[in-house]
């Protein structure tokens, strides 16, 4: 039977107008203990903002090699991981990829623990995954954002 993690962190990501505000939530539980985290950026989308709230969580991790379950609504995030392509996207040095300045920074923080993501639905009723989308929601809200430093509008050029 496998080990327990040591770690379980939910995340979610929110962007109104994508691009526009937008802001991440996070919750980690490790034993008894809780933690809650939040932010936002005043021009962004919901991609950045799912996986910057990955990030977010995994650089909040005190001990390196933790057992860690991320769950996440994001398919962008879940599939580019377990399916390999962030890898591959890697090999290739991130060419005609979207993010590679947060891909390159999650990648880092990735390789210092054991990490396993799992994806969940969105707006089902989990509980911590509800929270992170509230977080997420009221940080893209806050009268004091920035921009985000990362955020190229011509990487959403030719979308539709």
């Not at 040591?6 to 995340?11: E, K, P, R, S």
């Not at 994508?18 to 991609?47: D, F, M, Q």
């Not at 300045?101 to 969940?120: A, P, T």
């Not at 509800?130 to 430093?149: G, I, K, Q």
Request: glycine share 10%; aromatic share 10%; proline share 6%.
């Amino acid at each position: 039977m496998a080990q327990p993690p040591d770690i379980i962190i939910y995340t979610d990501g929110a962007a109104s107008g994508n691009p526009g505000p937008g802001g991440y939530g996070i919750v980690l539980k490790a034993g008894r203990h809780r933690k809650e985290l939040s932010g936002g950026y005043s021009h962004t989308t919901n991609n950045r903002m799912e996986l910057l709230a990955v990030i977010k969580a995994l650089e909040a991790l005190k001990k390196p090699g933790s057992r860690v379950t991320i769950y996440t609504d994001s398919r962008y995030v879940a599939d580019a991981v377990e399916k390999g392509w962030v890898f591959e996207w890697e090999r290739k040095g991130f060419k005609k990829k979207k993010n590679p300045d947060l891909w390159k920074r999650f990648l880092e923080v990735y390789r210092n623990h054991r990490v396993e993501f799992v994806w969940i639905r969105g707006h089902a009723d989990i509980p911590e995954n509800e929270r992170c989308d509230r977080l997420a929601v009221e940080a893209s809200r806050r009268n004091d954002l920035e921009p985000d430093p990362g955020y190229r509008a011509e990487e959403d050029q030719g979308l539709f």
